[in-house]
């Protein structure tokens, strides 16, 4: 299973941490004010928020709890939303080549997925 091999599963790791620092980037580059702190630190937020709560039972990726278990379609739009947010994130605060490249990686990575994918869309 290539979705679950070990670099694989590193890369998606260090994607998701991207993500978060994406999206944190994005809210930072709100114009100054208060709205700066709060989008700086409500958008990584939330996105890890959903990301642990929403998940499909019996995950191999993940432990195999789901503390709001939903369909794997459902799942699936969650992690690519977060995951290309935090590409956007990159982009929309002037780091256009960090952008490309974390998209690039996340493209690669669902590549070598399919196994996932298709067990995803199966449940």
Same mark, same amino acid.
């Given at each position: 299973?290539?979705?679950?091999? #070990?670099?694989?599963?590193? %890369?998606?790791? %260090? ?12 809210? #930072? ?11 700086? $630190?409500?958008?990584? =937020? ?10 499909? %039972? ?41 952008? $490309?490249?974390?998209? %690039?990686? $996340?493209? =690669?990575?669902?590549?070598?997925? #399919?196994?996932?994918?298709? #067990?995803?869309?199966?449940?």
């Amino acid at each position: 299973m290539m979705g679950n091999a #070990w670099w694989n599963l590193t %890369l998606r790791f %260090l994607l998701e941490l991207s993500a978060l620092l994406g999206l944190c980037m994005a809210g #930072w580059s709100y114009p100054a004010g208060y709205g700066r702190w709060a989008l700086a $630190i409500a958008l990584p =937020l939330a996105a890890a928020v959903s990301w642990g709560t929403f998940a499909v %039972l019996n995950d191999p990726s993940r432990s195999g709890r789901a503390p709001v278990p939903v369909p794997g379609a459902v799942r699936l739009v969650l992690e690519l939303v977060v995951l290309f947010g935090g590409a956007a994130g990159f982009y929309l605060a002037g780091h256009a080549a960090a952008g $490309i490249v974390m998209a %690039l990686l $996340i493209a =690669l990575s669902y590549t070598f997925s #399919w196994d996932r994918l298709g #067990w995803l869309l199966r449940q």
